[in-house]
């Protein structure tokens, strides 16, 4: 009994010891400076919203926050090492949809788990994807598309980024919407997809819209709907697919601050606040919405968390009809 006691006794003084170590640790942080691990190479989106953000977290934080590149495998190089990184809030990742929901989706043997390894703090930006044809297609609206689409089955080609990629899947989606059949054909990254279109060796195209601006503005290609619920300020005039005939219809890009999964809490909780502060400065608003990037708000906690779920429970199914698996 008294053994029983003692044990009880001891257990406490630990929790209670180890408690008021990661309070200590907790309101000292940060006291060095943050590594902020990009996914990718320089010079992507990705790696110009991490500089263009790092600045102004660092002044909230008061340590330089610094980007470090881990691009490779579709993401899964950076995450991984994110993932096995001090749950200490010094390592955050700025990671993408296919990052936190695709990969684990489409990938065998991937070596991290978005749910096991990751505690998503913030969404820091979102990317319509925008249905773009060659000039000399017959059609000028989504409708037009679709009725063509339908009466050549299988005869219009369209080109994407990657098998797997969100555009690949983006146009899945949307042709499993309107009932078509279309085929996919697949390129090692959009410039190759879009130099596709643009040769007319491909008819449609689907790409985000940030990387399609320049081809739309010069009039090289014909936007059809953007996959956004809202039209955008930067490109008024390119309907919604939602407002084209499919109520609902939403399927974008994501970027979103995570941290390891063992982070203590006051520490994701200061990280939370100076991106809140970030978020609702306008900085990154009026660096990126210009470029057709949307920047959202400062958000609740759990906000990223329900995020990323809605975005599983979108692509899971697709994923699984279309019988996709990425080594």
Request: one cysteine or more; proline letters at 9%.
């Amino acid at each position: 009994m008294l053994r029983k006691q003692f044990c009880a006794v001891l257990a406490g003084a630990v929790a209670l010891s180890l408690g008021a170590v990661l309070g200590a640790s907790a309101q000292q942080y940060p006291d060095k400076p943050i590594k902020l691990i990009v996914p990718y190479p320089p010079g992507a989106t990705n790696d110009l919203l991490a500089r263009v953000l790092a600045e102004p977290l660092a002044k909230e934080l008061g340590q330089p926050v610094i980007v470090d590149n881990k691009g490779g495998a579709a993401t899964a190089i950076g995450a991984t090492a994110a993932a096995n990184a001090p749950a200490d809030g010094y390592t955050m990742l700025l990671g993408t949809g296919t990052t936190y929901t695709l990969n684990p989706l489409l990938k065998k043997g991937l070596a991290y788990d978005t749910d096991r390894d990751f505690r998503m703090v913030s969404i820091i930006a979102e990317v319509p994807v925008v249905f773009i044809v060659n000039p000399k297609f017959p059609a000028r609206t989504l409708s037009e598309f679709v009725a063509y689409a339908r009466a050549n089955p299988g005869k219009v080609n369209y080109s994407s980024s990657g098998l797997g990629s969100s555009l690949h899947l983006a146009a899945e989606l949307f042709a499993q919407r309107a009932g078509i059949k279309i085929t996919h054909v697949p390129y090692p990254g959009s410039a190759g997809a879009m130099r596709a279109l643009l040769s007319d060796e491909v008819q449609m195209f689907s790409e985000v819209i940030s990387g399609a601006l320049p081809q739309i503005e010069q009039k090289a290609v014909v936007p059809l709907a953007i996959t956004s619920t809202k039209r955008l300020a930067v490109a008024p005039s390119i309907p919604t697919v939602a407002e084209s005939g499919y109520p609902g219809f939403e399927a974008l890009g994501w970027y979103a601050l995570a941290v390891p999964k063992a982070t203590p809490a006051p520490v994701v909780e200061r990280i939370e606040s100076a991106i809140n502060k970030v978020l609702g400065s306008g900085v990154l608003q009026a660096r990126f919405e210009p470029l057709a990037i949307v920047i959202p708000g400062p958000q609740e906690p759990g906000a990223a968390d329900k995020y990323m779920a809605r975005d599983r429970a979108l692509w899971e199914p697709l994923v699984r009809a279309l019988n996709i698996t990425l080594d």
